[in-house]
């Protein structure tokens, strides 16, 4: 019996994680306007990935929800107060990081399911599944660099102060 309904049903669970924390993200950082719009802007690329694997799923047999809550489960206001209360002090540089990295590990992870999905695709001569694929990894590795590149940016005036 085939496990891709298994690996579906994971990429559907990591990709919506994924959208809700760079949500989280930009609303925790959203005095650093940089963060803020990109971080917003790439967990688009997951909110898509989650209703594409919900069709893809219904083809194996799977009811995945293609629009689930993406709101982080506390107030929004609380966080705009306390990002905009956290962005006058130093701390918030070390937060950052923190979530930067969580970000780039939850991509990294996202990536090899995506690899896993890809290889049995091709294995399984599963052609709308590749496709998937070749539409959905390149970002999710965008999404890793991104991380990557801001970590490298961010770390060195975070650390040295």
């Known amino acids: 019996m085939s496990k891709l309904p298994l690996i579906l049903r994971e990429l559907h669970r990591s990709e919506i994680g ?6 989280a ?9 940089e963060i803020f719009h990109v971080a917003r802007d790439v967990a688009t690329w ?3 990935h989650v209703r594409r694997l919900a069709e893809a799923g219904a083809a194996h047999g799977l009811r995945l929800n293609p629009q689930p809550r993406w709101e982080p489960l506390r107030a ?31 991509a990294a992870g996202l990536s090899l399911d995506w690899e896993l999905l890809g290889q049995a695709a091709q294995a399984m001569k599963q052609r709308p599944l590749l496709e998937l694929v070749q ?8 999404q890793m660099r991104w991380a990557n590149a801001q970590l490298k940016v961010i770390s060195p005036q975070v650390i040295a102060q």
Do not use: F, K, N, Y
């Open 25 to 33: 993200l930009a609303d925790r950082h959203r005095v650093d306007h």
């Open 135 to 142: 539409a959905c990894h390149p970002q999710v590795l965008r």
């Open 18 to 23: 994924m959208a809700r924390d760079l949500l």
């Open 76 to 106: 929004p206001v609380l966080a705009r107060r306390a990002s905009s209360l956290l962005g006058r002090r130093r701390e918030p540089g070390l937060l950052l990081l923190a979530d930067l990295r969580r970000i780039h590990q939850e």
């Open 46 to 48: 997951s909110q898509t």
